[in-house]
Nanobody
């Protein structure tokens, strides 16, 4: 059973930073593509960023490129999302996800496991 536990959400002013972490097992990080998605009230869940261990390839949504960085910490078995220059439109519940495939995708339906989510609120 794959478990994903997010942490690090909170309230921050526009222009500020937050770091989200997704705790899981070493096997999950090594064998799965890992992604972050977000869902704002009344909107569909959208792709934010993804990474795979094998190739250390990273992928970003255009809306966060240059501001967010996804990374894996093999010592702590976490996948992290560093979010800088936050904007009010980044406000959402952020979810960590794992895909049984090695290749990350931007489609939520491709991911097999999900965390419970962590709230990020950016005030203007």
């Amino acid at each position: 059973q794959v478990q994903l536990v997010e942490s690090g959400g909170g309230l921050v002013q526009a222009g500020g930073s937050l770091r989200l972490s997704c705790a899981t097992s070493q096997r999950t990080i090594r064998m799965n593509a890992m992604g972050w998605f977000r869902q704002a009230p009344g909107k569909e869940r959208e792709f934010v960023a993804a990474i795979n261990y094998i190739g250390s390839n990273t992928y970003y949504a255009d809306s966060v490129k240059g501001r967010f960085t996804i990374s894996g910490d093999n010592a702590k078995n976490t996948v992290n999302l560093q979010m800088n220059s936050l904007k009010p439109e980044d406000t959402a519940v952020y979810y960590c996800a794992a895909d049984n495939s090695f290749l990350p995708t931007t489609y939520a339906n491709d991911y097999d496991y999900w965390g419970q989510g962590t709230q990020v609120t950016v005030s203007s």
